[in-house]
Structure formats: C-alpha cells, structure tokens
C-alpha cells in the first residue's frame, strides 16, 4: 500500500504559480505512474497530469497544457507539479494519486485506473 499526501496548496494571484508535492510513504512510489486530479466545488474530479514511473513520460490535460510541469524524484519518494500562468478557473482541491497502468489519454485521465489517492490540497486562484 502507498500513502500519499499533498502539499504546497494556497492562495495565489491570477497570473501566479504554485508548486504541488506529493509526498509518498510505505511502498516505494518508484513502482508506480502517478497523476494529478482536481476537482472543483460541486465538480467531477477531473485529470491534470501524469507521469510514468521511470519518468521518462509525461502527459497534461488540454487545460493545463504549456502551463503545468509534472515531474518525480524517485529516490525522494516525491512527485511534483508545478502550474505557472494559474486562473481562477484553476481553483480547485488537488490530488495525487497512484496507478499501475500507462499508456493511452483516456486511459491514464481516468479515476478509475488509481488505486491509491492522497487528502488534497487547496489550490484558490483569485483575479
């Protein structure tokens, strides 16, 4: 089993930048892809970014792609996700969550495929 827990989550300008972490524990993270989910207020939880397990791929949702940088350091045990140019649209609970499976878009976007899901992080954009 992996846990997971977020942070880096607060309150930031239009225009600005947040860098999220997920920090893992029990299972070593390097065994697994891991992807980026948020969901807004009365919102599906919707895919952001994920990363294989070698890191050697990665890939964004339309929203955030060019903006966002999904990233990993395995022998840390972290994953990152850093998101410049943020909206208030971006206003959202972020969540890391892990995952056996890589391979097509609709495949690695889908909640479904994730076995192991932090707490969240806030993220709040204000214009």
């Known amino acids: 089993q992996v846990q997971l827990v977020e942070s880096g989550g607060g309150l930031v300008q239009a225009g600005g930048s947040l860098r999220l972490s997920c920090a893992a524990s029990g299972r070593t993270l390097s065994r697994y892809n891991v992807g980026w989910f948020r969901q807004a207020p009365g919102k599906e939880r919707l895919f952001v970014a994920a990363i294989h397990l070698s890191g050697g791929s990665t890939t964004y949702a339309a929203s955030v792609k060019g903006r966002a940088t999904i990233s990993r350091n395995n022998a840390e045990n972290m994953v990152y996700l850093q998101v410049n140019s943020l909206k208030p649209e971006d206003t959202a609970v972020y969540y890391c969550?892990?995952?056996?499976?890589?391979?097509?878009?609709?495949?690695?976007?889908?909640?479904?495929?994730?076995?192991?899901w932090g707490q969240g992080t806030q993220v709040t954009v204000s214009s």
């Open positions: 969550a892990s995952t056996t499976v890589w391979g097509r878009l609709s495949t690695i976007s889908d909640v479904k495929e994730y076995l192991y």
